[in-house]
């Protein structure tokens, strides 16, 4: 397993936009797949985004795609979100997640290392 560090979240505008992060200390995420999960108050963890292991295949959520990017930097080894035209239904911890030469999915189970999650607030 993977120890997961978010970053990047915060408070951004309706209409704005946001970078989240995902690296692992010690390790690099590299050869693992990786998905960003949120959850908001009151509602179950969903699948936002997700990246294979070698990074060719990606998946997001209907209620994302055009407006979220999930990619890998192979020089900083991180998994980043770049999150933009966000709105007040995108509020909500978010969590990243890696499971070592995976797919990529949407759902939870798939991953089996998880991090503590960044806040991400956005206002209308």
């Known amino acids: 397993q993977l120890h997961l560090a978010e970053s990047g979240g915060g408070l951004a505008q309706a209409g704005g936009s946001l970078k989240l992060s995902c690296a692992a200390s010690r390790f690099t995420v590299d050869n693992w797949a990786v998905g960003w999960f949120r959850q908001a108050p009151g509602k179950e963890r969903e699948g936002v985004a997700s990246?294979?292991?070698?990074?060719?295949?990606?998946y997001y959520a209907d209620s994302v795609r055009d407006r979220f990017t999930i990619f890998r930097d192979s020089a900083t080894k991180t998994v980043y979100l770049e999150m933009n035209n966000v709105g007040p239904a995108d509020t909500g911890i978010y969590y990243c997640?890696?499971?070592?030469w995976g797919p990529g999915s949407l759902s939870a189970a798939s991953f089996n290392s998880w991090g503590s999650g960044t806040q991400v607030t956005v206002s209308s």
């Open positions: 997640a890696a499971h070592r």
């Open positions: 990246i294979s292991s070698d990074g060719s295949t990606t």
